[in-house]
């Protein structure tokens, strides 16, 4: 399959707590892109991060990437009820390639 | 101050009854893209348009069409809805250029098919 793989695929927590999700991918890439959608509802962009990054900061997020492991992870610190969502990352320049995503819920 | 906008946001359409969606931007971006989202799946891009230029994803069915008649529109039309064509439609934007740019999604079309 050309999707990546996200882990896991489902996640609760309580609110305060952190939450992390991976994203796994086959191919080479320049960038990758971590989006949020709510249910039911269109996506949100989160983070893009590029291929010679290794790090990146966005409020609560932190999003790290491995090339020579293909991989990425998303970290949710200090995580809210209105942070529950699914999370998805997605490769390519123009036309995106989403991976399965993680379904994030966060107990209040 | 909507960037994005789909209409309807949910569409009853019968087996084989010819059905358009319609997708709006405001943000003068050069691209627009559809994606098929079915349910507890990942959105799946169907085709995008560059300008004028439209780009078919290789695996999308010939049943699904696009149309871009200025940079503020696009639609979607599905020519024979069948019942796997149940989900969410979801369109985009971005900017255009050589690097990767964030999309910017509607909140989608929920298409039932009866």
């Known amino acids: 399959s050309q999707q990546g793989e996200e882990d896991p695929q489902a996640l609760s927590i309580q609110e305060g707590e952190n939450a992390t999700m991976n994203c796994s991918y086959k191919?080479?890439?320049?960038?990758l892109q971590w989006y949020r959608q709510n249910s039911g509802r269109g996506l949100v962009h989160l983070i893009l991060?590029?291929?010679?990054?290794r790090e990146k900061h966005s409020g609560r997020l932190r999003v790290t990437l491995d090339t020579s492991k293909k991989s990425s992870s998303l970290l949710i610190t200090a995580s809210r009820a209105a942070d529950t969502a699914s999370y998805f990352c997605a490769r390519g320049r123009r036309a995106l390639t989403f991976g399965s995503g993680t379904r994030l819920q966060v107990q209040p | 101050d909507a960037m994005v906008i789909q209409n309807p946001r949910y569409q009853v359409t019968q087996f084989g009854k010819p059905v358009t969606l319609s997708c709006s931007q405001t943000l003068n971006h050069n691209v627009m893209y559809w994606y098929q989202q079915k349910s507890s799946q990942a959105p799946k891009l169907l085709f995008h348009?560059?300008?004028?230029?439209?780009?078919n994803e290789a695996d999308t069915p010939d049943n699904f069409q696009s149309r871009r008649p200025n940079t503020s529109f696009c639609f979607l039309d599905i020519r024979s809805p069948g019942l796997g064509d149940a989900a969410m439609y979801l369109c985009?934007?971005?900017?255009?250029?050589?690097?990767?740019?964030?999309?910017?999604f509607g909140p989608g079309t929920r298409l039932t098919v009866t």
């Open positions: 191919t080479s890439i320049n960038n």
């Open positions: 348009y560059y300008d004028k230029d439209f780009n």
């Open positions: 991060i590029r291929s010679n990054e």
């Open positions: 985009a934007t971005s900017r255009g250029g050589q690097g990767a740019y964030e999309q910017y």
